[in-house]
């Protein structure tokens, strides 16, 4: 049988249903009708003493170093003897000191040594014995057995678990509300005048964002705000840099482009200085006062002349196309910041949100550990194991795999219960 089978449930009553149920069972070992063996005192009994000559009873405690002590005898070994053994001894010791010859000792048991149980059970502690009481009636003496002593060892460390957790998801939270408060500075800079800033402004946290803060004192909130702080700070110095080269670069394209205009102007006027030229050369041709080569030679100025506005337009178009390039590249920077911006408040919102799930299920793992940790640690989940110490040093004693709940006690006996989470 199976010994935590026997006393699952392990609430008091259930404990005592099964004492109950054991007390009318033989002992292990012992067959049915068969006489129970002889009892041996152990430290702790107290015997009750009458022999000849007294007119009460004698009432003796057999202390730790297994004696009694009898009013003029002395010390008298009792420990490991049974009563009858007892009884001679006394006997012999009395008549020894010649004052009764025959003083007919009788000895009983006025209370049997407690029982000790410790462990995981409802109330560990010394408790009468009582006579036939089996593991099953001492548990249910004990207050049943308790799953707030199972594990110590994994509690404790789910305790510390947990409030590592807790104290992780309040510092995430921390952290997300100062990123979040730093993210609502950026998307709130004037983009488009951003040249016109100094430096970056400084990050407030509203009072909703610091209410959102547990235990806001130890959050170490000027750390993350001083770190949040340096960021924004390189993230503006960085587009400020940027902008400043862009806007220099489309000043200095524009300069270009107003030279360039002015050469097209200065090229128009060569050009058409130089046809009126080929137009006079090409009449003087025709009426013979022109030779045919310095016709040509008007013509090649000619051509030169346009094809040189031709270029001088090229080179206008390509700075036009540069500027239009520099133009594009400050405002994709910009836009692709805000962007990136608002994206990160929206991951900062869920990964808030986040972190709040987890504190709040810290704080709650807390609470529950910091009660009774049978709500943790269910009884499905739980082997129970028992081992037995006895004052008796002859007594053959179970192995503690063997001890079940019918396993009988006796006086002086210790029971430890002890209860593990079960290996998955």
């Known amino acids: 049988m199976a010994i935590y089978d026997v006393v699952r449930g392990t609430h008091p009553a259930r404990s005592m249903i099964a004492a109950a149920m054991v007390f009318a069972s033989p002992t292990r070992g012992q067959e049915a009708g068969d006489p129970p063996p002889a009892y041996t005192l152990v430290p702790g009994d107290i015997v009750s003493v009458d022999y000849g000559g ?125 990123r979040l408060a730093r993210l609502d500075t950026t998307a709130a800079l004037p983009v488009d005048g951003i040249d016109s800033l100094e430096a970056a402004p400084r990050i407030e946290l509203s009072d909703p964002r610091r209410a959102a803060i547990p235990a806001p004192a130890t959050a170490r909130i000027a750390e993350l705000l001083d770190a949040e702080q340096a960021l924004l700070d390189a993230e503006v110095k960085r587009a400020l840099e940027l902008g400043a080269l862009w806007t220099a670069e489309i000043a200095e394209l524009r ?72 133009q594009q590249q400050r405002a994709e920077f910009f836009l692709a910041w805000r962007l990136e911006t608002l994206r990160q408040r929206a991951a900062g919102a869920l990964a808030l949100g986040e972190a709040r799930l987890r504190y709040d299920r810290a704080l709650a793992q807390s609470a529950i550990l910091g009660g009774d940790a049978a709500s943790v640690f269910p009884d499905s989940g ?20 063997e001890i079940e709940a019918e396993t009988p006690l006796l006086p002086g006996d210790t029971l430890v219960v002890t209860l593990e989470a079960a290996a998955d």
């Open 255 to 326: 300069r270009q482009e107003g030279l360039l205009h002015q050469r097209i102007a200065v090229q128009d006027e060569i050009v058409a200085q130089v046809a009126r030229d080929l137009e006079a050369a090409e009449d003087l041709q025709a009426r013979g006062l022109r030779t045919a080569s310095q016709l040509s030679s008007v013509q090649q100025r000619d051509a030169d002349a346009r094809a040189r506005r031709l270029e001088i337009e090229s080179a206008l178009t390509s700075t036009f196309r540069a500027i239009s390039d520099a």
């Open 54 to 178: 007294t007119a009460d009873s004698v009432q003796a405690l057999v202390d730790i170093d297994g004696q009694i002590r009898m009013p003029g005898v002395g010390a008298v070994g009792a420990a490991s003897l049974t009563l009858d053994a007892l009884e001679a001894v006394i006997e012999s010791r009395i008549v020894a000191t010649g004052q009764i010859l025959d003083p007919a000792v009788t000895t009983t048991i006025a209370a049997y040594a407690p029982i000790v149980i410790a462990g995981d059970v409802g109330a560990s502690g010394r408790y009468d014995y009582l006579p036939g009481m089996t593991v099953a009636t001492a548990i249910g003496l004990g207050g049943g057995l308790r799953t707030e002593g199972a594990a110590r060892l994994d509690l404790d460390r789910a305790r510390a678990e947990a409030e590592g957790q807790q104290n992780s998801a309040a510092l995430a939270i921390a952290a997300e509300v100062v």
């Open 382 to 401: 739980m082997n129970v194991a028992f081992r037995l110490v006895s004052a008796r040093p002859d007594r053959n004693l179970p192995d503690s795999g």
